[in-house]
């Protein structure tokens, strides 16, 4: 990461225009004017121009505090520039990139947080014990009467009726708490993305493009609120069989959890694009080399994405309560049961067996898979930054393997089970920041660098 941004500010450096904007805003400080926003704005835009005459739009003159979407839009509609030099995402000089890229780093890291504690959630079986829910949330029961009256709620729930009966008032107070946090962090995640983004609307640091994707990642937040609460109501339903335990439906959970990636992917992704809106590229040969990363990283990105999607269905079926034998499942290699559900594709979501070994099978792939990658590249003319990012991609999968593999042996423990979940995460935002370095640099950043990296 370090060279990473070594690199970002040589790029910075030889992109003189895009400095010279960044240079105003500091004089400006340095002398104690005021650089009012719109003239930042429209200083850093029309220098962002790379190696175009510097005159400014006539459009940029409206851009003022209270147009602040005039002003995202006037960013955003640099076409003939833009398209040649950097695109930036944030407007307003290195302080709004450096405060933007931190609350968007910190609104991913709140979704790591609220990823572990859902899992957590599911792992001490807290999830169904608030009976209803309600968009802006309630306070929790503050007088012993309340908790009587939720607890005589959750005692009609088909969980309490066959799974804990006879639970006491002190264990629900428990499971209780667990599942409020996790909806009460969910609602604090929001009201700690919405107002700095508003904040940053108004000052005009926003670009047209980056208000669409987190208006985007905004709404994928709230339609979370609702798809957990979708997925509760369908483990407080009667199950079909008199003998089956009570449990959300595992599509539910799946969607739930992906969409929560989805949420977390696209927050660091835009996060790195904010603070390093060019990757490391020192050379004509570095660039090069990074494309030949980039075929083969994609479809290894894609592999990890889909084998986290797979053990959302593990984790649904509660399947890793099954088989927990490696790497024989039980006595044999295969079991027999994997086709025993009709319709035929049932049996890939719904059936124990083979969703663990779909799940068995997928994250062999990927491990084999990311071991590729690294040999693959090993002898490539690539960024430090890249190798790095490989080999500490390739150490991740290992310790996931070795987490998920310890989770099933001992019948998913709430440690290691939920140690295997921060592990997706943790290896998605490796091949993130992989896939963040492996970009193409601009045209204009690809014209000024030399044919090989000069020795350092
Ligand atoms: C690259 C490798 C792997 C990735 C990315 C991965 C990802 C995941 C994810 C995202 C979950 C859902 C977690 C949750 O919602 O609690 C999960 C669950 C699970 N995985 Fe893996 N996994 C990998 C390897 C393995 C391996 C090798 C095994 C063992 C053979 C394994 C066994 C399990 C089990 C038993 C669960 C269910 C845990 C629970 O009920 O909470 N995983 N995995």
């Given amino acids: 990461m370090f060279r990473a941004r070594a690199a970002l500010s040589a790029v910075l450096k030889r992109s ?73 995402l944030v407007t307003g000089g290195p302080a709004a990139q450096k405060w933007v890229g931190l609350w968007l780093f910190g609104s991913a890291a709140w979704v790591f947080s609220m990823v572990v504690l859902g899992g957590v959630t599911r792992l001490t079986r807290s999830g169904l014990s608030m009976t209803d829910w309600k968009f802006t949330g309630s306070l929790p029961p503050l007088t012993e009467e309340e908790w009587l009256v939720e607890f005589e709620k959750y005692k009609q729930s088909p969980e309490y009726k066959r799974v804990n009966k006879g639970m006491s008032l ?194 062999t792939s990927t491990l084999v898979a990311v071991g590729a990658l690294w040999w693959s590249t090993r002898k490539l003319d690539i960024h430090p930054a890249i190798r790095s990012l490989i080999g500490s991609t390739l150490g991740m999968a290992a310790v996931q393997v070795t987490l998920g593999i310890s989770t099933l042996l001992s019948y998913v423990p709430v440690s290691l089970g939920s140690a295997h979940q921060a592990g997706a995460l943790t290896l998605l935002t490796l091949v993130i920041m992989l896939n963040h370095t492996v970009r193409r640099p601009s045209p204009s950043l690809l014209k000024s660098l030399p044919q090989v990296a000069r020795a350092t």
């Fill in 16 to 88: 003189g225009g895009l400095s010279g904007a960044f240079a105003d805003a500091a004089a400006a400080a340095s002398s104690g004017h005021r650089l009012l926003p719109n003239r930042l704005c429209a200083s850093v835009v029309s220098r962002a121009r790379l190696y175009k005459p510097p005159a400014a739009p006539p459009s940029l003159s409206k851009c003022s505090h209270a147009s602040t979407f005039q002003c995202m839009s006037t960013a955003a509609s640099l076409p003939a520039g833009s398209k040649e030099g950097l695109r930036l």
């Fill in 170 to 363: 002190e264990d629900f107070k428990f499971i209780y708490w667990m599942e409020y946090a996790h909806r009460m962090w969910g609602r604090a995640l929001g009201i700690m993305f919405a107002f700095p983004f508003s904040y940053f609307l108004r000052k005009g640091y926003i670009t047209l493009r980056l208000g669409l994707k987190l208006s985007a990642l905004f709404a994928l937040g709230a339609g979370q609120g609702l798809i957990g609460w979708w997925m509760v109501k369908s483990g407080l339903e009667e199950p079909s069989s008199e003998y089956a335990q009570p449990r959300v439906s595992p599509y539910r959970l799946a969607a739930h959890l992906t969409s929560a990636f989805a949420i977390y992917c696209g927050l660091f992704w835009t996060a790195l694009s904010v603070v390093l809106p060019e990757p490391p590229a020192e050379s004509v040969s570095w660039v090069r080399g990074a494309a030949k990363v980039k075929r083969i990283a994609l479809p290894v990105s894609l592999l990890v994405g889909i084998t986290a999607i797979s053990g959302a269905f593990v984790a649904g079926n509660d399947a890793g309560h099954a088989f927990n034998t490696f790497p024989k499942m039980g006595d044999t290699w295969i079991p027999d049961d994997i086709f025993e559900m009709k319709p035929l594709i049932r049996n890939f979501f719904e059936n124990t067996s083979l969703v663990q070994l779909d799940h068995r099978i997928l994250a």
